[in-house]
């Protein structure tokens, strides 16, 4: 009988590549690169490098009986679920005899901040905190019992690409204490307890700067939908000619400097940089790319 890691984002990658050679992970369940385009999605990683046996699925909510079956011919003992944006059916959550884990964040322990987005909603309120669980995976979303939690510090420099990669680490040490436990039987299991909370499902349209925000609202718009996600854009005036602005690193200029413009609009260029006139104040775009409007 086999570990099964399911994921197809990096930062389930980084984790796994972090455990690998201490846990033994037999299997890796996938997307190839053709579903991600599909199901749109971000941060999508490849794992044949990893040198473990990879398996593709038909459907990125793994419900195709092919799905099922070839879960089942796999015969797992625990099924870990690092990096996948749908539930897992129940037919497959019932499956290997030591159950399936996964984790979920949000700024506030579960059952506050179910649901999607959990990094970019951090970033948008403005959190100085991230908790990350291990939980015990059931049909519902992020219901589950949880094992062990571990929370850490979400910086003012934080985007949301560095916090991917604080919860690959953060993960990686999660499952190296409570995998052993899990395997025996005798690992935690704390029912949550609350009032539930869910986050709802952004989408790229809401990277789309409102300009009557605040600049340093739309500076963590930007930290939080950057890369590995679509960025920040707005339409604007660029040398005279109708064109998308994507912003992918910004932080606040000033808040007193005067610079005749629009809010909104590119008010001067300094040194390969942009400066944007805010409702409050100036921003800098450190990063940004220019095409034409779609």
């Not at 912003?247 to 942009?274: C, Q, R």
């Amino acid at each position: 009988m086999s570990i099964i890691y399911i994921s197809s984002l990096q930062a389930g990658k980084d984790c796994l590549s972090l455990i690998k050679d201490r846990i033994e992970i037999d299997q890796v369940v996938t997307i190839d690169d053709r579903l991600a385009v599909r199901a749109h999605v971000s941060g999508y990683s490849d794992f044949a490098d990893l040198g473990i046996r990879v398996h593709h699925v038909h459907q990125y909510s793994m419900k195709n009986p092919g799905d099922l079956q070839m879960i089942k011919d796999l015969s797992p003992r625990l099924i870990i679920v690092n990096g996948w944006n749908r539930l897992i059916p129940k037919s497959i959550l019932d499956v290997p005899t030591c159950g399936c884990v996964g984790f979920h964040g949000s700024w506030k322990p579960l059952p506050f901040g179910r649901g999607r987005s959990p990094i970019t909603w951090a970033i948008l309120n403005g959190a100085t905190r991230f908790f990350l669980h291990l939980f015990y995976l059931d049909e519902c979303i992020d219901s589950g019992d949880v094992i062990d939690t571990v929370q850490f510090t979400i910086t003012p420099d934080d985007t949301c690409a560095t916090l991917l990669g604080k919860v690959g680490l953060t993960s990686a040490k999660l499952l190296l204490t409570n995998v052993p436990k899990i395997l025996d039987g005798t690992a935690s299991r704390t029912p949550q307890i609350g009032v539930s909370t869910y986050l709802p499902m952004r989408r790229p349209e809401g990277g789309q700067i409102d300009w009557t925000m605040r600049t340093q609202d739309i500076c963590n718009l930007v930290r939080a939908v950057t890369r590995p996600y679509g960025g920040a854009f707005s339409s604007i005036d660029y040398h005279g000619r109708k064109a998308t602005l994507h912003i992918w690193d910004a932080v606040p200029f000033s808040y007193d400097v005067e610079i005749e413009g629009k809010i909104g609009a590119i008010v001067h260029e300094l040194n390969g940089h942009l400066l944007l006139k805010c409702s409050d104040g100036i921003m800098l775009v450190k990063d940004f790319t220019i095409s034409p409007p779609a």
